[in-house]
């Protein structure tokens, strides 16, 4: 108590425990005894109870065993025959037990047994539905038997086994309508083109209100926005068994596989592999052939591969349920559509024949009715082909050109004689003439035109047929093919036939007569553009009244090449002229004049009589130019003659002779060699050359010095520079004509006097030249 509150070291603390402890075992030690003596006497009486008992036991004992002795004799048997019916009960209890397991085990050995069979007939869903009804049904109820646990073991690896046939199976479908895309593309480009063909003529006769389409592959029908009546479309079927896809291959792989991955639950698997192959196999088929353009074979069989392919995807689209969406095809489509665009754009350009570019025109159209039918979006091939047909007019020009050149190299360039009415009906039949004077005429008479009119006028109505051919079946209004060939022909008569026409002006060989008749030639088929006009609107229906339409330039075509053959004929007049002058050969120091005009000159006086006779059949205004350019060339051509530099000297005799050489140049050109010219208008493109002459010839130089600049001078088209030039030739001429000219006075007072005369002359030149 007085360390209470403090701790206490365990050694001591064990000590006090074990004092205490011992204290209350004595406690509890003297409780016991107090009570064994309590109890002491009960106990002793209980023993002696219990000796006296032991006797009666004793025999009791020896009763029980003879008892048990005895019972244990009787019941020996009945137990020898109880233990053999426990015996027998418990193997009929077995045998019920192995029974009823047997019942359990049978049905599954049994489907097990079907499971194989079904391997080997390569019934595969089949077998997977067997592997299912097992894994659920059977073999839980058996489960705890060794075999069973081998056989669901074994199922899985048989499964994996279907899934790689199965692959297998489906690999081999997808090689195998690779094969057959080109024959099944074949079929439905045919039974298209058929429809078509068909659908035709059957509404030049009647007009459809029910439509039934004629093909269809899938045993789909594709949709056409032209029908057939039911019973036309069986006629066609009757004449032609209709193929379907099933036909050419058989989709049972893919059906299978797809059902085979379904049950497995990895159908996704299965969808994205088949799409990933389907894609790679369509890069494969938007692949050309580099030389595809070289025939339309080419083209054909590029196009029956992807309409193969895409029929085939539009029948998985239809028969299965969601291995391909209608998003899946659409985007194949695109990627395809995008693919066959810039391949046709490329190829085409390399085509160089219109025919082919026809034909592959038609293989497009067939192509996009074929894939529009099954749904699928075409309108920007027709919008490709609208870029076609941009090269097909190309390639026509091109053909066209060559036509037009071979035309003007075969042509004479003179008027097509008619010997009869017969000949006269066939080329107005070719060609639109009508000349009431020339009907009038008794054959044999001449036409105006040559023989290239009719034949070019025919070859422009050829291309507009040919462009024609372009535009069917592109279904277009009847106002945009009227556009089209309009604007087609304008090409041919703008570019082409313009372009032929002024290389043919251009060429050496042809000469003045050829020009004009080039000239009368483009007039008639200026004239003829208006029925060329009427040609398309016959063709197309389309009024030329309606708002819009196109006209056609020809008017302008023929117009410039009628300006550019006018304008070489004035060339070539000239040259030729030139070539008359350089035939000039005259002797410029001779005393006197020969009497007469040069040889040279009257040649070339006669070759424009001849010359202009010929431009009668020329419009009026292009003969008087013609005319009045000649005579101004040689007028020009004379003066420089005179005026040129290399000539030091020139005698009063040349002059003279020069100027008979005028004289007859005056003369032609007063006789109206071409008609149309009012007064002496002719005669004033030598006017210079004459006011020049008749100053030196009549030496009168005072009159020319005393009215020089007078409106009213007799001398007004002589230049004081050109009176210059030639007098100071004739001065040196004077100086040297004769060494003793000196001292002769008539010749000393001319020599002062042309001295006199240049000096004033030159005061003018000097003073031009200053005001100027």
Known sequence: DSCAGQPLHPLI????????????????????????????????????????????????????????????????????????????????????????KLQLCIPVLEMYSKLKEQLESKRY?????????????YIPRVSQYRFCQIMAETLPKLREEIKEI??????????????????????????????RTFNSEVQKQVTLSCAKPLYGLNGRTPLHHNGLSTEAADEEEMDEEVLTAQDLVDFSPVYRCLHIYTVLGDRE??????????????????????????????????????VGFFVV????????????????TDELWNMALSKIIAVLRTHSSYCSDPDLVLELKNLIVIFADTLQGYGFPVNRLFDLLFEVRDQYNETLLKKWALVFRDIFEQDNYSPIPVENEEEYKAVVSRFPFHDAEIEKQQFPKKLPMSQSVPQIYSQVKEFIYASLKFSESLHRSSTEIDDMLRKSTNLLLTRTLSSCLQNLIKKPHIGLTELVQIIINTTHLEYACKYLEDFITNITNVSPETVHTTRLYGLSTFKDARHAAEGEIYTKLNQKIDEFIQLADYEWGMAESDGRASGYLMDLINFLRSTFQVFTHLPGKVAQTACMSAC???????????????????????????????????????????PGFQGDTLQLAFIDLRQLLDLFMVWDWSTYL???????????????STALALLEKMKDTSKKNNIFSQFRKNDRDKQKLIETVVKQLRSLVNGMSQHS
């Open 125 to 137: 869903y089949s077998a997977l539905k067997t592997m299912e009804q097992l894994e659920n049904i």
């Open 706 to 720: 005393a009215d020089y600049g007078q409106p009213t001078s007799k001398y007004l088209r002589v230049n004081p």
């Open 13 to 100: 603390y064990g000590c006090w425990f074990m004092e205490k402890l011992d204290a209350r075992i004595r406690n509890h030690d003297r409780e016991i005894e107090k009570m064994c003596n309590f109890h002491h006497q009960g106990f002793v009486d209980a023993i002696t109870e219990l000796l006296k008992v032991r006797a009666d036991a004793e025999k009791l004992m020896g009763q029980v065993s003879d008892t048990n002795r005895r019972l244990q004799d009787a019941g020996r048997e009945v137990t020898a025959q109880t233990e053999e019916v426990i015996r027998c009960r418990i193997q009929q209890r077995n045998m019920a037990t192995t029974v009823e």
């Open 166 to 195: 199965s692959m297998s199976d489906l690999k081999d479908f997808l090689e195998s309508i690779r094969k057959h895309s080109d024959k099944i593309g074949e079929t439905a480009m045919r039974q298209a083109q058929q429809h």
């Open 313 to 328: 995807e539009d029948h998985i689209l239809h028969a299965t349920q969601g291995l391909v969406t209608r998003a899946f």
């Open 632 to 674: 101004k060339h040689l007028a020009t051509s004379l003066m420089q003659m005179l005026l040129d530099t290399e000539l030091k000297q020139i005698s009063m005799g040349a002059i003279q002779q020069f100027n008979l050489d005028v004289i007859q140049c005056e003369l032609f050109a007063s006789s109206e060699p071409v």
């Open 269 to 306: 698997t299965f969808e994205n592999y088949y799409r990933k192959q389907r894609k790679k196999q369509a890069r494969l088929v938007l692949q050309p052939q580099s030389n595809m353009h070289e025939t339309v074979e080419g083209y054909r069989k590029y196009f029956n591969q992807i």
